[in-house]
């Protein structure tokens, strides 16, 4: 399914400063009916990096960490069973799993002599009975499982999602007789950056020759696109397939491939 | 001059800003006020600093050195001071000039006395000398040995006279000859033109064997063999003090003002305590013998002195402020192999207090200064080194001195030598391959009238006939080119009328000129082009072994130093010499109108750029095409440039640049008219804008160095130098940036460049003094962006071959080490050929040099598509055999080594040790088996070749014709593929075998669980199952709405849960989109749900009232999630999770607290074998120790008890489980 740039844009337009929670996500679904879940998801998901790119240093610094930190522990004090985590992050607009990870750092810079390495942190994150806390694994899971955009859960979706589609897309591509290499194939032959796909022999769909595919969890709006295709694929980039890749979302591979590949 | 110096020896300046200063960059602030003082007052004499170093380190060494003179460098810093030279730095000068040395200085007699013999020398016979060697000592051409002057004022000395040189000095010197140009250091009488043509060279005095041999002519540098014979002797006690060439002259006057400004100071000090030495002061003694002696670096006698020049030193060469960065390494080369000094008298070292670090006292005082000197600078020299020949690291990482004085150095040169692979071959292998007939062109319609054409066809056969006189005959002593055959070459070229005639003889000519001349074997007479291949059909162990010897046989012993004068070597000189008789204006207007039309069409020639990201194995193969076709084109361009050169600038050719000023600038009027003969100019600029400098340059060089004196001083010319310079100063080797010239293209430049500043005819004082406007060059390298310029195009090879004086650093290197070179003015050889009977007039004939040249023969009588035929055919199908074998063979040993490494995984029990040893054991085991390549590369080449050559050949191809070609295409096809197969495949198993061990350790990975058997779906799934994307997405909001927030009307169906349970269930059982990550995801979410039925968690839609799920649907879901975990799961699931404290604080809030299920979780999982009791057992006993409200811990330590006392045996719903809540038992008895 092809979404056009002016869908696209009036999603985008809906998600202006929302939190990446459940029920944003469910709010946005009644309004686009006619999109699917998906589709809706990714889209927010990819709205809502480009703010947290924008806003990401300033909760970043000292005095910002220490505030957060003294307002959560108040709020645990208070009532360890609320929300606090949460609602915290959701009041500066920040993600809640990125928020957990600042103040699991923060406690864990207080109760360890070493700091914290970064695959701790991920583990914890990843498995929160492992933080010694009770009250504090409570409050990052609550994050972390109730956020949108981000965080292991979110990440393992994305991935699945990749991998699920690369799946597809191989499929098909057999299926229409198409003969391709994937990427392991590239590896082995030494690229280092590569397509999920490169097309032996190129085809033309409507009117734009297509000689590689890459499939991506995330949506490809312009910004993103632009930047990947500068970090990878100049070396296979021949003709233009940019504006077809514009603006079709997770499904697109499935749905383009499908539409077009006869 | 000598001044900047002293500042820096006395620290008032730091190194880095003098470099600054002296490569004129604007002041940065790093200087620090009392250095831009410094600096600013010396500000006049910024232009002379560099040639003042140069000069200085020569004539210190000189000092040192009895054996060698000092590496000449420019020394327009001195020549400035000529009198009456127009545009030197004006008399007042002088004034500031002596300001400059530090007052206070008390002078010493140590620190003048260099001075003082040098000023002796000068007022002695160097004047008289001098004057003689002006006089008729004009250059002539063609002249090849002489033997210099100075020789035999050597030799004089010998005989008795040391101390007097003589005026034997005078006599006639216009032996010392350089082909075409004027002997270096002859300076012309009377005031100067614009040019000095006084040597800024400083020639070689030689020793008096030397004088026997014929050494060829080296301008700018000793020639190796100067190197002094081993016997001490009576000659050597005053080694350098005569043997001072006149070149040095320059110096003597810097070292003369010196001098003189000394005395003035201290005649205007206090206390002149010391006297002036004037002229006559007595030569210092030098007593000591000449011996051989070791470095020693602890008898480094002033190292913080000599660590500052050396720094200064290397800056200037790393920022390409010295003319030539590879005379400045043969200098330096020199220093490190200087064989024994004269121990001059304890005394005469020992510097006078004060003057301990000034410049005054010599810079080297031992042969371990020198050597200290020579690896400082070496080492910052490093990256330049580490790009030379293999010989020439081995040479220079097997150097013990090198070793001695820094070991680090000599690490990093082992570690360079080990890695290079940048053997440089420098055969030469002449021959005469006579152009074919050209239908095209040849072709009677091509001609005016049957009798031109006839005409033709008899000079061809002329040309011919010339030429094989030529090869025959040129080597014999005593044939003379004019006097052979000048006659009838003018003959022939009389019977040219017509213009179109001399079009076709023309072409002709330009042709065997390529053909014979243009190699990648080198500027010596070499094969041509297409001839390799054909040699090549020798086979290709034989073919290396064979060229090995060959060169060590055939290379020219010297190229005549470091800097040698354009010459016509080999072939080249029959072309030369050809264009000299026939001295044919027609001839030579039509030559010079071919040659810049090939020119044109060749330096506009589009080279395919590179692909950098190419798949590397086979595309090596081709990649070595691209970069051969490369190196022809360079070649042929710089051939005919040269001829272009010399060809255009014939008729001005003169010995002597024009005695007067007046003349001059008549001159300079009347040539600034005539049109360059190719705008070389422009083509510079679009070289350099199409950033393909590392094309444009080489050959234009080429076509400069036959300038005559009056070129570099046309406006044109000198815009082209200018630029030039330009050029070579941004160079910086140092600076590698993204889309930069590459290292080695660098080096081409700098070293032709460098070359070219050598050359006589280019003034000396250009390169250092254009400088001045350098802020304009900024060449706007708009266009493209991926030019010539950036692709690895050269290769040491090339380089070599363009350069071949570079070759003389491995010579001198390898002098040292044979240890005895002075004797024979050459190198000992290790081969001495013995040749049989009629040595030079018949090379033996092997059969396979028959071969050779028969099918030279048959392509020399077939249409040249056939030629081109089949070397396609050969070049394709040698590169598929490569690839065929790397997917076959190589492909095969691979799995071999794969199941050589199972075996000996299971054999060791998972520790197959360190991933390097298991890639050596396996290579050591399969590489032998890469010999297989070159049998199945030959199969495949005879297999494939014929039918190609066939498909490519028109139908109608005679039979004969036809399985020759065959043939042909079938050897060049092999020898192609089995020259990269022999040389690369055992490094191509290598790679692969490593990296499937790599491969299969990493699978084996930290969990053998993971890497169990891997149950795919069945074939008769159709792959419907929900995506695990789906699923995980779905299975989150579950989580999410249990863990809250939510809103009141917030909840799940409970057949949504059941549905997902199943929907989980398909999708694990098809696997289709499944990847270990989701699974992981999944078992772990997995877990928690049952964690959350557990405890009752999980909000139902519904009414309030039933906002719980029923206890029997809770059991049901239990044991569809235990039927997944047992049958469905194949990552493991993560089931400890579910006693984890987290999960089962869960229970803690609940009220009231439910524990059957608990329990009942639990016994299933003993009973389906997902836990063992022990193992449940353990984490029941760590949950205790957990921190839990009162009434809590007392039901945890009860449902402990309970599930110990569990007979082993299952039978556990039947068993009422009685733990607070009486109802307990009656509800599971429900169930």
Redesign the interface.
């Known amino acids: 399914m092809i979404l056009t740039k002016a869908q696209y844009d009036e999603i985008a337009q809906c998600l202006v400063s929302v939190p990446p929670t ?2 944003s996500l469910r709010k946005l679904k009644q309004r686009f009916p006619s999109q699917s ?2 589709t809706l ?1 990714s889209i927010f998901s990819q709205e809502y990096q480009k703010h947290i790119k924008r806003t990401h240093a300033k909760h970043h610094t000292l005095e910002a960490i220490e505030s957060y930190y003294q307002r959560y522990l108040n709020g645990v004090l208070k009532n360890g ?1 609320a ?1 606090v985590l ?1 609602e915290l992050a959701n009041e500066v607009d920040y993600a809640p799993s990125l928020m957990a990870r600042i103040i699991l750092e923060r406690f864990l810079q207080e109760h360890e002599e070493t700091p914290p390495s970064k695959s701790v942190i991920n583990s914890m994150l990843r ?3 492992q933080i010694p806390d ?1 009250v504090l ?2 409050q990052v ?2 994050c972390t ?2 956020d949108c955009c981000y965080g ?2 979110v990440d ?6 990749g ?2 589609h690369e ?2 897309l191989r499929d098909l591509l057999l299926e229409k007789n198409l003969s391709f290499l994937d990427e392991d194939q590239l590896r ?5 950056k590569t397509p999920d796909f490169i097309l032996q022999v190129p085809v033309a769909v409507e009117g734009h020759i297509i000689h590689w595919i890459e499939s991506k969890a995330s949506f490809g709006d312009e910004c993103s696109h632009h930047a990947y295709l500068h970090d990878q694929f100049w ?1 296979y980039w021949n003709s233009s397939e940019l504006e077809h890749h514009h603006c079709c979302g997770s499904s697109f591979i499935t749905a383009a491939s499908q539409c077009h590949l006869t | 001059m000598a001044a900047v110096l002293e500042s820096l020896l006395r620290e008032e300046v730091s190194v880095a800003a003098a470099v600054r200063w002296i490569a004129r960059r604007t002041q940065s602030s790093e200087d620090s006020p009392g250095e831009a003082a410094v600096l600013r007052s010396l500000r006049p004499l910024r232009k002379e600093f560099v040639p003042f170093l140069l000069n200085f380190l020569r004539e210190q060494s000189c000092r040192v050195l009895p054996q060698g003179p000092p590496t000449p460098a420019k020394a327009p810093g001195a020549s400035a001071t000529l009198p009456g030279r127009p545009g030197g730095p004006p008399r007042g000068g002088r004034g500031a000039r002596s300001q400059l040395f530090p007052p206070p200085e008390p002078p010493s007699p140590a620190a003048e006395a260099p001075l003082a013999r040098r000023g002796g020398r000068r007022r002695g016979p160097a004047p008289a000398r001098e004057r003689g060697s002006r006089g008729p000592g004009g250059p002539e051409e063609g002249v090849g040995g002489e033997s210099l002057p100075w020789a035999g004022a050597r030799r004089l000395r010998g005989s008795g006279s040391p101390s007097s040189p003589s005026l034997a000095l005078c006599d006639p010197p216009n032996l010392s000859n350089l082909e075409e140009f004027p002997p270096v250091g002859s300076v012309p009488p009377g005031p100067a033109g614009r040019t000095k043509p006084s040597r800024r060279i400083n020639p070689t005095p030689v020793s008096e064997e030397r004088s026997l041999s014929k050494p060829k002519t080296c301008f700018t540098s000793p020639p190796i063999s100067c190197v002094p014979s081993s016997q001490p002797s009576a000659l050597d006690t005053s080694p350098w003090g005569l043997g001072l060439p006149p070149g040095c002259r320059s110096l003597q006057e810097e070292r003369e003002m010196l001098r003189k400004e000394r005395s003035k100071q201290l005649q205007q000090s206090p206390t002149p305590s010391c006297p002036t030495p004037e002229s006559g002061s007595p030569l210092p003694s030098r007593t000591g013998s000449l011996t051989d002696e070791a470095a020693d670096p602890a008898r480094v006698s002033s190292r913080q002195r000599l660590e500052l020049v050396a720094l200064v030193y290397s800056s200037c060469i790393a920022e390409n402020l010295v003319p030539n960065l590879f005379l400045e390494l043969f200098f330096v080369l020199q220093l490190l192999t200087a064989r024994r000094m004269v121990a001059a008298k304890d005394s005469d070292l020992e510097p006078g207090p004060g003057v301990l670090e000034s410049v005054g006292s010599p810079l080297f005082q031992s042969i371990h200064d020198c050597v200290f000197f020579a690896v400082r600078v070496l080492e910052r020299q490093f990256p330049v080194l580490s790009y030379l020949d293999k010989g020439t690291l081995k040479l220079l990482a097997e150097n013990e001195r090198l070793l001695c004085f820094s070991p680090a150095l000599q690490g990093r040169l082992r570690a360079a030598y080990e890695g290079s692979v940048a053997k440089v071959s420098l055969v030469m292998l002449p021959s005469a391959q006579a152009v074919s007939f050209q239908p095209e062109t040849d072709n009677r319609a091509n001609f005016s009238s049957d009798r031109a054409f006839h005409t033709f066809k008899k000079q061809r056969d002329v040309f011919y006939e010339v030429l094989r006189e030529w090869e025959d005959h040129h080597e014999e002593p005593g044939w003379d080119f004019e006097k052979g055959l000048g006659s009838r070459i003018r003959a022939m070229m009389g019977q040219l009328s017509a213009a179109c005639s001399h079009s076709h003889f023309v072409r002709l000519f330009q042709k065997q000129l390529l053909q014979m001349c243009q190699s990648p074997g080198g500027a010596g007479g070499t094969v041509l082009g297409e001839a390799p291949d054909v040699l090549s059909m020798l086979g290709a162990d034989k073919l290396g072994r064979l060229r090995r010897l060959q060169e060590r046989l055939v290379a020219p012993q010297s190229s005549g130093g470091p800097c040698p004068p354009p010459t016509f070597p080999g072939c080249q000189g029959f072309f030369r010499d050809f264009i000299l008789s026939a001295s044919s204006f027609q001839f030579n207007q039509h030559l010079m109108d071919s040659l810049s039309l090939k020119i044109r069409e060749l330096n506009g020639l589009t080279l395919p750029p590179h692909e950098p990201n190419d798949d590397e194995g086979e595309a090596d193969v081709d990649w070595q095409g691209e970069r051969r076709q490369f190196a022809m084109v360079l070649l042929s361009l710089r051939l005919l440039a040269k001829f272009l050169g010399f060809v255009a600038f014939l008729p001005y050719r003169g010995p002597e640049p024009p005695p007067t000023r007046e003349l001059q600038d008549s001159i300079l009027a009347l040539r600034s008219q005539v049109p360059p003969v190719l705008d070389v100019r422009t083509l510079l600029w679009q070289g350099l804008r199409a950033r393909r400098a590392v094309l444009t340059v080489p050959w234009l060089v080429e076509f400069l160095s036959f300038a005559d004196h009056i070129v570099p001083l046309l406006d044109y010319y000198r815009s082209i130098f200018s630029l030039l310079l330009h050029l070579h100063r941004s160079l910086v080797l140092a600076q590698e940036r993204e889309g930069e010239m590459c290292f080695l293209n660098k080096l081409l430049l700098l070293a032709v460049l460098g070359w070219l500043f050598q050359i006589p005819t280019v003034p000396e004082d250009l390169f250092f003094s254009e400088e001045d406007q350098s802020d304009g060059f900024q060449v706007d390298a708009v266009s493209s962006e991926y030019g010539l310029d950036s692709v690895p195009v050269v290769d040491q090879q090339l380089l070599y071959t363009c350069c071949p004086y570079i070759g003389e650093l491995r010579k001198l290197l390898a002098s040292w080490v044979s240890g005895s070179s002075g004797r024979s003015g050459g190198f000992v050889r290790k081969i001495t050929p013995t040749t049989t009977t009629g040595l030079g007039a018949q090379p033996p004939q092997t059969s396979q040099g028959l071969q050779a040249q028969l099918a030279q023969a048959f392509f020399h009588n077939q249409p040249p598509s056939l030629r081109r035929t089949v070397e396609f055919v050969a070049e394709r199908i040698g590169s598929n055999c490569v690839k065929h074998i790397k997917a076959t063979l190589v492909a095969d040993l691979v799995r071999q080594a794969e199941a050589l490494l199972q075996e000996q995984l299971v054999a060791q029990g998972q520790e197959g040790g360190e991933a390097a040893q298991l890639v050596e054991s396996l290579c050591s085991q399969l590489c032998p088996h890469g010999a297989q390549a070159l049998t199945q590369g030959r199969e495949f080449c005879q297999k494939k070749s014929p039918g190609a050559v066939r498909a490519l050949l028109p139908e109608e191809t005679p039979a004969a014709v036809l399985s020759s070609a065959e043939n042909i295409a079938v050897g060049l096809a092999t020898e192609k593929a089995c020259t990269w197969l022999s040389a690369n495949i055992t490094a191509l198993i290598r790679r692969e075998v490593k990296a499937a061990v790599s491969r299969i350790l990493r699978a084996q990975g930290p969990e053998p669980a993971v890497r169990g058997e891997r149950r795919g779906c069945s074939r008769a799934c159709e792959h419907h199952a929900p995506l695990p994307s789906h699923l995980i997405s779905e299975i989150k909001d579950v989580l999410s709405l249990a863990a809250g927030p939510r809103d009141p009307e917030e909840g799940v169906p409970p057949e949504h849960l059941e549905q997902l349970l199943g929907q989980l269930g398909q999708t694990l059982q098809c696997r289709q989109f499944l990847c270990p990550p989701a699974e992981q995801h999944l078992a772990k979410c997995s877990v928690e749900l049952a964690s959350l039925l557990v405890a009752d968690k999980i909000p139902i839609l519904g009414p309030p009232a039933q906002r719980r799920l029923e206890r029997g649907q809770a059991r049901r879901l239990l044991h569809m999630l235990l039927s997944l975990w047992k049958e469905d799961f194949q990552a493991p699931v993560p089931l400890r999770l579910l006693l984890s404290p987290r999960n089962v604080g869960l229970l803690a809030d609940t009220r009231p607290r439910e524990w059957d299920l608990l329990l009942f979780l639990l016994r299933e999982l003993v009973e389906k074998g997902l836990m063992g009791r022990m193992e449940i057992e353990a984490c029941l006993g760590s949950l205790r120790a957990a921190q839990w409200p009162e009434d809590f811990s007392e039901e945890l330590a009860t449902l402990f008890n309970l599930f110990l006392t569990e007979p082993p045996l299952p039978e556990p719903q039947l068993r009422a489980c009685e733990l607070v809540q009486p109802n307990r038992g009656t509800v599971l008895a429900q169930s």
């Open positions: 459940r029920q879940q998906a998801l069973a929300p949460l498995d929160p009975s009770g694994a409570n899971y609550q499982v109730n292991p859960l393992c979706i994305k991935h699945a999602i991998h699920e799946v597809l082995a032959k030494g690229y280092d070396s």
